[in-house]
């Protein structure tokens, strides 16, 4: 299977964000990817963290989920959908989830954001659980090839999430992580995810200085099950891509059979 991760840098407008990630999606198919996967907030990065609120749908339709199911059935693929606002049962609150459509353009998964990131340095302040509802269930989904685990951004820096998913061939990690954090921390924390779950992991970024002043950090990656960096895109909207390759990822479990000599589980 091929897979491919999309690189934007989202502005405030819904209708410009979708335009771009349909340009993206469609070239990613068109190079033959079979699998898709968008960054978190694709839809929007808006000037205030309550603009979120605004587009927030309820689970099941609206116009984001429609764009995101229209657009997997008519390329044939596999669409994870980075994160959207799904309405959430808090007043002035949303959920960031991730929802998964097959290549009918069925949504048969969703992922709601456990870990809400937070962060405070100088200028620089952030403090999702003012606008966001945690999740609370972890989340994979079947493909032919096996098991696919879904997280989201900051729920890269807490290694019991992944865990908790099982074995899979496959861990996609929609973000937006800040220029600041990327920098330190974003490589080193995919490649230690891919290597200590032994799988592919597959992580889609915002990347670039935003409208509302926010700079992300990008470099989008697919890496392998030994913690080869397969490709990356530093900045800039755009996608990498790669094969996952099944024989390489048996042949790393079955020489190096750490998930079986785990102790504390």
Known sequence: MRVAAIQMVSTENLAQNMATAASLLQQASEGGAQLLLLPEYWPQMGMQETDKLSIAEPLGHGTIQDFLSITARRLGVWIIGGTLPLISS???KVLNTSLVYNPQGVAIAHYDKIHLF???KGSESYEESRTIVAGDEVSTFETDLGKVGLSICYDLR????????GVCILIVVPAAFTH???QAHWEVLLRARAIENQCYVLAAAQGGLHTNGR???GHS????PWGKIVDV?????GLVSGELDMSLLQGIRENLPALKHRKLV
Do not use: H, Q, S, Y
Request: no cysteine.
């Open 90 to 92: 808090e007043e002035n």
């Open 118 to 120: 937070g962060f405070n």
């Open 158 to 165: 807490f290694p019991e999430l992944f865990r908790k998913m």
């Open 180 to 182: 600041t954090t990327g």
């Open 215 to 217: 700079r992300t950090w």
């Open 221 to 224: 990656m697919l890496i392998d």
């Open 233 to 237: 895109l530093p900045e800039g909207e």
